[in-house]
């Protein structure tokens, strides 16, 4: 694993490959998954079983993913409703100064490549995120939707 920082607080499953320039800590990865090159997940995050991270995919801070999920190129989560750089009394902001909202990707789920993922927005099981939407809502299980913001397409019929 050249070329990653694989943090010692890590947890990662069995058979976990891990491609290059990857930056990983406080994180716990399943069995089986595949994380791709430049691919950032922060501290809290978690990515079930069987999953595949593309390449330049952030996932911050309060995201859990669930086994069998498919996470596209360039997939950005976000876990603040309200962003700010700066606290009150003008300094800086800390871990104290804001809330982690927590977004829920459930199991067998798929989002596409450039999709925003709002936080605090659960994509439900089986349901299909287009390219480059932008979800502000969650998603109903076993439904498609795509756009900015993210409509409904129509439902998926389970196998």
Known sequence: MEFCRIAPDVKLGRDVKVFAFVN??????????KVGTFVEIQ??????????????????????????VFIGHNVTFINDLYPRSTAEGGGLQTEADWKVVPTF?????????????????????????????????????????????????RAIEKK
């Open 43 to 68: 501290k809290n995050a978690v990515v079930g079983k069987n999953c595949k991270i593309s390449s330049h995919t952030f996932i911050c801070e309060g995201v859990t993913i669930e086994d069998d």
């Open 105 to 153: 990707i459930r199991r067998g789920a798929s989002v596409g490549s450039s999709a925003t993922i709002l936080a605090g927005v659960t994509v439900g099981e089986g349901a299909i995120v287009g390219a480059g939407s932008v979800v502000t809502r969650d998603v109903a299980p076993w439904t498609i939707v795509a756009g900015n913001p993210a409509r409904v397409l």
């Open 24 to 33: 990983l800590y406080g994180c716990t990865i399943g069995d089986n998954t």
